[in-house]
Each structure stands twice: as C-alpha cells, then as structure tokens.
C-alpha cells in the first residue's frame, strides 16, 4: 500500500483507517496534520544569458554545440551567462568563448524558456563584427537557409526576432 498516496495525505491524514494508528507518534502527539512533512520544493535555477546576432552581407554566424549533452549537434547563436547588465556582458562572453570582437550592440528583445531542470532568460543583441579568430570553430549561414538549421527553441525565437 502507497501509504503517502492513499492514507497520509498532506492536511488531511485519514488517521482511523491508517494501518498505523497505534504506531503513530504524530498521532499520539495529535499533530497529524501536520504529516506528512514534505520536502521543501527545490528552486529551477534560473540563469541569464546574452547571445549575438552577426549579419554579414547576408549571412548570419552561428556556432555549433558540442555534439555530446542538451542539444548536442545543434546551431545556436554565440552566447554566454552573463551577471548583471546583458550587454556588457556580451562583449566579454564573445572574447573569452569564441575570441570574437564586437561593437554596436542593438537589443532585440527578450528570449525565456524553460528546461525540465531550469529556466533561461535571453537577451539577443545585434553586433557588428570587428575581429573573429580563424579557428573561432563559427559558421557563416546564409539568412534565407537559418530556417532549415537544427536549432532549439531559444536560437529559433531569436531567429524570428530577425524577420
Ligand atoms: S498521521 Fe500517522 S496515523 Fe495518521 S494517516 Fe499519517 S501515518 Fe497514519
């Protein structure tokens, strides 16, 4: 028997069919209802990321995701968690993640998705490219061929905030 499911139900204990009534120390304590004592719920982590919107002469460069882990294999624009102000942030997440150099930043509005195990807030920024390093491992993809990429949802929304 599921006792948690069936008879020790949260503020309302069904005491006088419960096979352990006799037993019961919240019972005999007459704090039944306040059992069971659930565990608290944990808090979805929930992180801040900037990401890079980099058109060139009708091309848009993306960077491909390891291909092991959370969407392993798929594109995604250049991005990176970020503390406190997205664009600053930005410009920093670009040099130390793909030794990429930036200027301009235009907002294009607010990306959120949730995971199964935590949730990201987005900010998308269009830049204009100063310096991208040979082996930066970026694509150049032509803009009328980003919708036939595999993206997740959130490169997808950001995606259309182009159009
Ligand atoms: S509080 Fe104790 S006696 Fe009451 S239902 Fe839960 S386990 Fe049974």
């Known amino acids: 028997m599921d006792l948690g499911a069936t008879i020790c139900l949260p503020k309302n204990p069904r005491c006088l069919i419960c096979p ?25 982590p929930h992180y801040i990321l900037a990401a890079a919107v980099i058109v060139k002469n009708g091309r848009v460069l993306l960077a491909k995701r390891p291909s092991e882990g959370l969407l392993g294999g798929m594109w995604e624009f250049p991005n990176g968690h970020v503390d406190g102000d997205p664009a600053k942030g930005l410009s920093k997440v670009l040099r130390t993640g793909y030794s990429l150099k930036i200027h301009g930043k235009e907002a294009l509005g607010v990306v959120y998705h949730t995971y199964s195990h935590f949730k990201v807030t987005v900010h998308p920024f269009r830049c204009k490219l100063v310096l991208i390093s040979k082996n930066a491992g970026l ?19 950001i995606s259309k905030l182009l159009s």
């Open 139 to 157: 694509k150049w993809v032509k803009l009328k061929e980003l919708g036939g990429f595999p993206m997740g949802k959130v490169d997808r929304q």
């Open 20 to 44: 352990f009534t006799e037993l019961c120390e919240a019972r005999q304590k007459g704090i039944q209802d306040q059992r069971p004592v659930l565990k608290p719920k944990k808090k979805t």
